[in-house]
């Protein structure tokens, strides 16, 4: 039989089709040229555009940008005011780390070692849950919680600890006549947001701690302490650094949980919400936000000697 003709448009689909899989390096720059073209222009360029506003400064007398290349916004951010506000977010963004490392490692390593089937199917419904939830709906319940009138103010006057919660608050380490406006409140909150991404990377991690090593250590005679220190935790510790990637960046970078429930102080988020809206003071704003930016360089490059993107 003779061969059907092939309609122009058809044929032409056709031929480019034969092209690109005969090419299959063009084929692939075809595919990634739309998400590279909008992560250069959109994400990298806003990066290029906030650097460069942080080489401006402000005219103290007009308030106006002086679009001169100055370093002089920069020398700004070692203000005694400035340094508390980055010291402060940076030393939350630690203990929500820390804390969340030592909270995370045994519900990780219980759902890596054992839980099975339904268990483990009810564990990552239970980790994934909050984050269905939206972001904002989880603060504002925690501030109830946390108020004067909540549910934790109920059980410490029901069980009589209530002299011991205001003795708490009286610390200047609290910062605020209640949790719900406090820095052990923030920390709080911050903790339970980020927790489940520390979970889910120190849980992978363990899932692929082979148990054979476990039972060799066993038969070596290693106590079950010796085991979780000289076997079990270097192997996860790629999982755990991957973890703080997240519960680090995100409590560096937020500045809407610190507004909520946070006290009067300022996180480095609020320093640069208020600059750039209130202050209209954009430069100094920039150099603000350029400060987490290179502290999460800095980090992320620790963290891949360490191997810690093996176990995302």
Same mark, same amino acid.
């Not at 419904?125 to 709906?137: D, K, Q, R």
């Not at 060799?216 to 703080?244: E, F, M, N, Y």
């Not at 202050?279 to 800095?298: T, Y």
């Given at each position: ?5 092939? $309609? ?9 089709? $034969? ?18 073209? !909008? %992560? ?15 080489? &401006?400064?402000?005219? +103290? &007398? ?5 679009? +001169? !290349?100055?370093? @002089?916004?920069?020398? +700004?951010? &070692? ?9 402060? #977010? ?40 909050? %984050? !269905? ?9 925690? @501030? ?23 003795? !708490? ?11 719900? *406006?406090?820095?052990?409140? #923030? =920390? ?23 148990g054979s090593l476990l039972?060799?250590?066993?038969? %070596?005679?290693a106590r079950p302490g010796?085991?979780?220190? @000289? ?10 650094v991957a973890g703080s990637?997240?519960? =680090? ?32 003071? *954009?430069?100094?704003?920039? /150099? &603000?936000?350029?400060?987490? *930016? ?8 620790? /963290? @891949?000697?360490?191997?810690? =993107?093996?176990?995302?």
């Amino acid at each position: 039989m003779a061969a059907l003709p092939i $309609d122009g448009r058809d044929g032409a689909l056709r031929r480019l089709s $034969d092209r690109l899989v005969a090419r299959p390096r063009l084929l692939v720059a075809l595919f990634l040229a739309p998400p590279l073209l !909008w %992560l250069g222009v959109v994400y990298l360029g806003s990066l290029v555009a906030l650097l460069a506003q942080s080489f &401006f400064s402000i005219d +103290e &007398f007009s308030g106006l940008i002086v679009r +001169e !290349w100055t370093l @002089k916004t920069y020398g +700004e951010l &070692f203000r005694p005011a400035n340094l508390d506000i980055i010291g402060r #977010t940076v030393t939350m963004a630690a203990l929500v780390t820390l804390v969340g490392a030592v909270i995370a490692f045994p519900i990780a390593y219980y759902a890596a070692r054992y839980a099975r089937g339904r268990t483990k199917a009810l564990f990552y419904l239970a980790v994934m849950l909050p %984050l !269905w939830s939206s972001y904002l709906v989880r603060v504002y319940a925690w @501030k109830l919680i946390l108020a004067r009138e909540g549910i934790l103010a109920w059980a410490t006057e029901r069980t009589g600890t209530t002299p011991l919660l205001d003795a !708490w608050l009286a610390l200047p380490v609290v910062g605020g006549p209640s949790l719900s *406006i406090s820095y052990t409140g #923030t =920390f709080l909150v911050f903790l339970y947001l980020w927790l489940p991404f520390m979970i889910l990377p120190i849980q992978a991690a363990l899932e692929r701690v082979p148990g054979s090593l476990l039972e060799a250590s066993a038969d %070596l005679g290693a106590r079950p302490g010796q085991t979780l220190r @000289k076997v079990i935790l270097p192997l996860a510790l790629p999982g755990v650094v991957a973890g703080s990637i997240f519960t =680090f960046a995100l409590t560096l970078g937020d500045y809407i949980t610190p507004q909520i429930v946070g006290s009067s102080t300022l996180y480095i988020g609020q320093a640069v919400y208020t600059l750039q809206g209130t202050a209209g003071n *954009i430069p100094l704003a920039a /150099a &603000f936000s350029v400060v987490p *930016i290179a502290i999460m360089v800095g980090y992320l490059a620790v /963290a @891949k000697r360490m191997g810690a =993107f093996d176990a995302l």
